[in-house]
């Protein structure tokens, strides 16, 4: 019964909204190991986050071993000198919590939610991930299998699921973005143990690595037991993130990919800034725009009056080297991508032609508000917040000040970045078709 509450609590409270009037406040300070910690103490509810970021995405890995950082994040589930196989899992569960992971180009995030009266349980699983993890070929062979079988369900089967592998091969020729991050299974299956250890040993350390935690916690008690469990962890060779600068695209590719679809597909991408530019951040405004609900231009124009598309969005794809502004949709019945691409680029020109209305302004900037709270209405969402704008900007008090920086971007701001980045020589352009629709060969 006692455990069934704690599960309760911890459901109900992480779906809570925490409308904080004032500032998040948060400690910050770094082990002599290079750790970065980030402390939150929130007594609302008997929950705690524990989150460990690494600055370390596929953008890290080398040609030819693609896929590293993705499958660590797998792999590092595996177990430790002192956690059986499995029990990862195990122990958290029990214990009322929650646990998962995930991994992009620029960064590997882990987390466990769990009740207040447990959080040294996540402290002391993160510390034996960052030390302790057994990497052998048991665990490796295992988990090369879970892989193949998450490429097959999101890419492979997956209609129009292979369209970031086919825009990011396309929009990047020098930087290791050029490939997304579940990688090359050839890769991976070539990859002999020595590898996956010595890309353990280079990028999970501690000087690589943000622990953050938010709720339910006493900051000196928790300071204690986190110098318990980490300061002792040795600290690694400086990681030195990639240094390739891509060059401008240089004009717009084009490619059509015969897919298992039913109804044509229509993307395009183009080429922006980091999202730490001042620009990325009219870009995102001007994402809002184009298909931020049902009211916006592209879905009133698309979906409501032409019905040329049954789906249609555009949104920025943040990097921390320069990501895509991405459009997407999927054309209706008896409609054809030609269709959707004249109305979208007619939809951008007129971003870059004629400054939004003031209605337009300010429902933009209420849904980024909403947006923007919601997404630290969660424990562990400020605790990843705080997390990501230390490792990407250095700031992590960029949880409390971001908001101003949307309120600074103007109307002519937006038509500035549109004229700037959405143009056709900056964009790679996919057209899906069935597989049926593929011209044979003579």
């Not at 460990?52 to 589930?77: D, I, M, P, Q």
């Not at 956690?83 to 195990?90: K, L, N, P, S």
């Not at 920025?316 to 080297?321: S, T």
């Not at 101003?404 to 549109?418: G, H, P, Q, S």
Request: proline share 4%; hydrophobic share 35%; net charge negative.
């Amino acid at each position: 019964m006692n455990r069934l509450w704690l599960v309760l609590v911890l459901v109900a409270s992480t779906s809570i909204a925490f409308a904080q009037k004032g500032k998040i406040k948060f400690e910050e300070y770094d082990l002599d190991n290079g750790l970065h910690v980030i402390l939150h103490q929130d007594n609302t509810t008997p929950i705690v986050a524990v989150t460990v970021s690494y600055h370390v995405g596929s953008k890290n890995e080398e040609v030819g071993r693609t896929g590293f950082a993705h499958f660590f994040e797998h792999l590092l589930f595996e177990g430790s000198e002192n956690i059986e196989r499995g029990e990862f899992d195990t122990y958290v569960t029990e214990a009322g919590g929650a646990l998962n992971a995930n991994t992009s180009q620029d960064r590997t995030f882990y987390y466990e939610v769990l009740p207040s009266n447990e959080y040294k349980l996540g402290l002391w699983l993160e510390s034996e991930r960052m030390l302790h993890a057994v990497i052998n070929e048991e665990g490796v062979e295992t988990q090369r299998e879970v892989v193949k079988e998450e490429k097959r369900q999101r890419m492979d089967n997956q209609p129009y699921g292979s369209f970031l592998y086919e825009m990011f091969s396309r929009a990047y020729t020098v930087h290791p973005y050029r490939w997304i991050p579940i990688g090359s299974m050839e890769d991976l299956n070539a990859a002999q143990i020595d590898e996956f250890r010595a890309f353990y040993k280079k990028f999970y350390v501690p000087n690589n690595a943000c622990l953050s935690i938010a709720g339910d916690i006493d900051i000196k008690e928790t300071k204690e037991y986190i110098e318990k469990y980490f300061g002792s962890i040795p600290r690694g060779a400086d990681v030195v993130q990639p240094t390739e600068v891509e060059p401008p695209l240089g004009g717009e590719k084009r490619a059509t990919i015969y897919d298992n679809v039913q109804l044509p597909g229509f993307m395009m991408g183009y080429r922006v800034p980091p999202y730490t530019s001042a620009d990325f951040y009219a870009l995102e405004m001007a994402g809002y725009v184009l298909s931020n609900g049902q009211s916006s231009r592209l879905n009133k124009k698309l979906v409501e009056e032409d019905q040329s598309a049954l789906f249609v969005g555009a949104f920025p794809f943040p990097l921390e080297d320069g990501g895509l502004f991405v459009t997407f949709s999927i054309a209706n019945m008896g409609k054809s991508t030609s269709d959707l691409e004249t109305t979208i680029d007619a939809e951008i020109e007129r971003l870059q032609t004629e400054l939004i209305s003031d209605s337009e302004y300010e429902k933009i900037m209420n849904q980024i508000e909403n947006d923007f709270v919601s997404s630290n209405g969660k424990i562990s969402g400020i605790a990843e917040s705080l997390s990501d704008y230390y490792m990407y900007y250095g700031d992590a008090n960029l949880i409390n000040t971001e908001l101003e920086l949307y309120k600074k971007v103007t109307k002519e701001d937006i038509m500035r970045v549109a004229k700037q980045y959405l143009v056709k020589d900056n964009r790679v352009v996919l057209e899906y078709l069935p597989k049926s629709e593929e011209p044979t060969e003579n």
